[in-house]
Each structure stands twice: as structure tokens, then as C-alpha cells.
Nanobody, 126 residues
């Protein structure tokens, strides 16, 4: 059963912008936290941004803070990752995820998320 579906990936030139979307079911989006992870070849998946579905609080990895923006459309059970000023090192497979947090905070750690999309490729060329 597919619970989360990413879209919007592809190629972008360095310095350009790209927006990823993630559509989910109400069941999945009932979780506290929504997040984007990315994975480089041969490496473990890493969290880049998360949003608390109820409070709207956002959390970012230091490497992307100020360039990537996570947001959500609660009515549509959809979340987004706006990628601005893209860099070569942003090239990766991006995954959206849903999971649980504490209070109004969300983690960027893998074990906090139990629902995943299948991933989408982003390639940044200079």
C-alpha cells in the first residue's frame, strides 16, 4: 500500500529553484510530523527538513537552512519542499516521510518516521 507519493523532481541548474510535493492519505497525515529526507549514493538517508502538522513549527538541517523551505497544505494532505539557490551537493534522492514527534517538535532522525514515499531524484547541474 502506497501512503506517500513524491512529485516535482528532476533537473535544475545550480542557483535555480525546484519544488517537490508529497501527497498522502488522511491516515498517514494524521501523524504529528512530516519530513523530507535525502540520500546520496552509498550513504544513509539524512533528514533535511520537518514540519509539525499541528503547530506548523519547522525544523531544518544546518546544511540547508535558509535555502530549503518545508510547508504543508493540510486540507490537501500535501507537503512541499521548496529548493532555492540549488547547489551541486543537493543532488540526491529525496524521500518524504510521516511520523511522530514530542510536544510540538519534530525530529530529523530516521527512527521517528514510519511512513515513507518511494523517493524522487533531484539533479543539480553547474
Amino acid at each position: 500500500q502506497v501512503n506517500l507519493v513524491e512529485s516535482g523532481g528532476g533537473s535544475v541548474q545550480a542557483g535555480g529553484s525546484l519544488r517537490l510535493s508529497c501527497a498522502g492519505t488522511t491516515y498517514v497525515y494524521g501523524r504529528d510530523c512530516l519530513a523530507w529526507f535525502r540520500q546520496f549514493p552509498g550513504q544513509e538517508r539524512e533528514g533535511v527538513a520537518a514540519i509539525n502538522r499541528n503547530s506548523g513549527n519547522t525544523f531544518y538541517a544546518s546544511a540547508v537552512k535558509g535555502r530549503l523551505i518545508i510547508s504543508q497544505d493540510k486540507a490537501a494532505n500535501t507537503m512541499f519542499l521548496q529548493m532555492n539557490n540549488s547547489k551541486d551537493e543537493d543532488s540526491a534522492t529525496y524521500f518524504c516521510a510521516a511520523g511522530w514527534g514530542r510536544s510540538d517538535r519534530c525530529s530529523l532522525r530516521l527512527p521517528s518516521y514510519d511512513k515513507w514515499g518511494q523517493g524522487i531524484e533531484v539533479s543539480v547541474s553547474s
